[in-house]
């Protein structure tokens, strides 16, 4: 179950990089990933902090330093 979670975390997070630049979600997530690189986490509550992890723990850094998920497919995930 945990583990589903994580990979709809996952999925919703290629959906929103791909989406229109101006989009609310797409700019909060922005805005996010904004304070997490300041350090600031609102008390582990940041989403962008919870995908970051989730792909560290995965051994996917490299996809978070890149923030390009061109060649991924959301259906094989």
Do not use: C, F
Not at 37 to 53: F, P, T, V
Request: glycine fraction near 4%; charged fraction near 25%; aromatic fraction near 10%.
């Amino acid at each position: 179950m945990i583990i589903e979670r994580k990979l709809r975390m996952i999925k919703y997070w290629i959906k929103l990089l791909r989406s229109r630049d101006n989009s609310l979600l797409k700019l909060i997530y922005m805005k996010q990933k904004e304070d997490l690189e300041s350090n600031i986490n609102y008390y582990g509550l940041n989403w962008a902090g919870k995908i970051k992890q989730i792909l560290d723990k995965m051994g996917m850094a490299e996809l978070w330093l890149s923030q390009n998920t061109t060649n991924i497919s959301i259906h094989h995930i």
